[in-house]
């Protein structure tokens, strides 16, 4: 028997009903897991709470009030004053795509400063928006020296050069210091990657010179993936005003979302409401913890890390000057199979760490202590399964 | 007394903390409100509690099981086998925009048949893709007819095809018989906007020769927004396939997300896992319900609204015949100051409805019934709040 809905108010034809893909499932039952890899990790039960919370729309004034709050808290968190700092709807990639999108202007040159995967990535971006892109690399786990960066800078003489503060794939921090300057010098643009810096590593993004600048809600900030922070400077800002033609992403054009989370509270896309109801809880308790405890946190249990690997004879492979407190990476022991350990402790224990990602795939294991996570007791869990797992 | 975070392992400059932008916040406590406008709607209270669940790494093999099941139970609400059918991490207008980038190549013809404020977003949006767009228009609440259709594509011969099949700023339903064969015929993709059908109005994408679609989880589907069902088909995959140059949007790329969400998990992207999760139990109770039930309940709740909306002397702005049942545009009465309306409800009665968009603003309120919110309770509801408020 054919269905029988809408055939008064519907014109289309009455068609049969295909139950291939149908599902009959159990409602979902998820093992309960610590994340100790490059992130996602773990929430605060309170922000997991919050995004349970019913939905308002995305236009309602409670609503347009948790979006003042959470701009406001991301400013504080990234240590600038930026007027046009959002949280983009979209994960950390969006983000990262939102600055090249709306600071690159066709043809122009852009310089990518490199050591490693998420480098590479801004890259393969940066092409995409009509870059001409130059880029100087270093050994996966080192980082620039100013010189070095300088060097290049005079060389290629960029509009923009794009940089990884916190490399999540290798773990190195990149010194700031007098990059800034630098660019103001060469009269370009500064844009810088703190994924796996924000909230757990200092960032003084208006101190250091920064033009823009994005990051993602699921590491040194302790919510859950989805919502991510991007923040541009009065130099990007007024850069963009003087395209002559749209930015080539409509779902990143800050002409368009500054409407938005701006004054004006223009319609450009319906919000992710839950994520942000978590995104402004993860930012209050930041908050209330006051951002440089965090910061000295994440510090204290990234050493306390160290020195307990070290005690059962693994070893870091960044110099310790340059050793993010938020990510390390653990050199995988002559002849053990790093895939088959990281999966055995997924498995066996709940217990996530990544593994290694391009040229460091199955050297190293990447293990993140970052938010709601960093905290010595599961250090004291990790080195336990470490040691009954290798 | 400047803080001390870092100072043996950060290379950095030790800068003094700026508290200008701190917030000291209460916990989040938000009213809980009806949401009867265009979307959100609200979600059911399952959906809710997954969203609020412990994470899991965005390549846990138990994660990578919950988007094979979203991804199937995608193909079955839209009615589709297409094998690249994905949930996008954004929302709907990311979704959309996926289509664009992927089936757009440099300088080729794009003929969007606009009939309200999201077929002008297409035109604006396939723009910033390279395209030479052309575009034909109807008064706001009326649909095309297959001539017209195929008068406007044979003077234009483009290579695609766009348009939406339930547009939520009029309220109006486009009959898609022919439409398929007419794209076929002349060599063109067809990109459909689901965006407030898919779940709640029937969608044959197969059936009706669609290459291309993409929708919202926040309506039909009953989730939260901010992941968003993507598809294209064997015609679109073969154009992708033949690009010479990358797609013109990193996060969008579906050659990229192929590798995530196909048999080779290839990591691109953090996933929003916990949105995932609301979409898969919003899914599954969709699934349990069965599609063809749930267009049903919505065409019955939409009926049921229609006459009691009537029978308080408000009238329809749309033609039944092209009616939505998901979205209703209702007549503002002479008179009637439309925001104070709408604002009254949500202040007095915690009740969401929808102003009108652009061409409609201030002669219609949107009235949603989507998802978990299509219930005949809610209809009494509203019809009891319009009663006091007029």
Redesign the interface.
């Known amino acids: 028997m054919a269905?029988?809905?809408?055939q008064t108010?519907?014109?289309?034809?009455?068609?049969e009903?295909?139950?291939?893909?149908?599902?009959?499932?159990a409602?979902?039952n998820?093992?309960?897991?610590l994340?100790l890899?490059p992130?996602?990790s773990?929430?605060h039960p309170?922000v997991?709470?919050?995004?349970?919370?019913?939905?308002?729309?995305?236009l309602?004034?409670?609503f347009l009030g948790?979006m003042d709050?959470i701009r406001?808290?991301l400013?504080?968190v990234w240590?600038t004053?930026n007027a046009m700092t959002i949280a983009v709807?979209?994960?950390?990639?969006?983000a990262m795509?939102a600055t090249l999108a709306n600071a690159i202007h066709q043809g122009e040159t852009v310089l990518i400063a490199s050591m490693g995967y998420f480098g590479n990535?801004l890259i393969?971006?940066a092409?995409?928006?009509g870059a001409q892109v130059k880029s100087i690399t270093k050994p996966w786990g080192e980082v620039f020296s100013l010189a070095e960066l300088r060097s290049a800078m005079e060389t290629h003489r960029p509009a923009i050069l794009a940089l990884v503060h916190a490399e999540t794939s290798t773990g190195a921090?990149q010194?700031?210091?007098g990059i800034g300057d630098l660019c103001r010098e060469m009269g370009a643009l500064l844009i810088l990657d703190t994924v796996t810096s924000m909230g757990g590593?200092?960032t003084?993004l208006?101190?250091?010179g920064v033009d823009l600048a994005y990051s993602?809600s699921?590491k040194g900030i302790g919510c859950?993936?989805?919502a991510s922070p991007f923040t541009m400077g009065d130099r990007a800002w007024t850069k963009l005003q003087a395209r002559t033609t749209?930015?080539?992403?409509?779902?990143l054009d800050m002409n368009l979302l500054s409407k938005y989370w701006g004054p004006e509270r223009v319609?450009?896309?319906?919000?992710?409401?839950?994520?942000y109801?978590?995104l402004?809880?993860a930012?209050?308790l930041l908050?209330?913890e006051?951002?440089?405890n965090a910061?000295?946190r994440h510090?204290t249990n990234a050493?306390y890390l160290w020195q307990q690997l070290e005690s059962i004879g693994l070893s870091m492979h960044v110099d310790?000057?340059?050793?993010l407190?938020t990510l390390t990476t653990v050199r995988v022991p002559e002849g053990v199979d790093a895939k088959a350990v990281s999966a055995r402790m997924?498995k066996e224990f709940d217990l996530?760490i990544g593994n290694g990602?391009g040229e460091l795939a199955g050297k190293v294991w990447r293990v993140g202590l970052m938010g709601y996570n960093s905290r010595r007791e599961n250090v004291d869990h990790l080195i336990d399964v470490f040691k009954q797992v290798l």
């Open positions: 269905p029988k809905y809408g108010t519907m014109t289309s034809t009455t068609l009903i295909r139950n291939s893909q149908k599902q009959q499932l409602p979902l998820l093992p309960n897991r994340l890899g992130g996602p773990n929430a309170t997991l709470q919050a995004m349970g919370m019913n939905p308002l729309g995305h309602d004034p409670q948790v709050e406001s808290m400013r504080y240590q004053e709807s979209g994960t950390g990639s969006a795509e990535r393969d971006m092409g995409r928006y921090c010194p700031m210091d590593v200092p003084h208006d101190d250091w993602c699921q859950s993936p989805g749209p930015v080539e992403n409509w779902y319609y450009h896309h319906t919000a992710p409401v839950n994520l109801y978590g402004r809880e930012l209050r908050c209330e006051g951002v440089e910061w000295k510090q050493e310790k000057q340059y050793r407190p997924l996530e990602l």
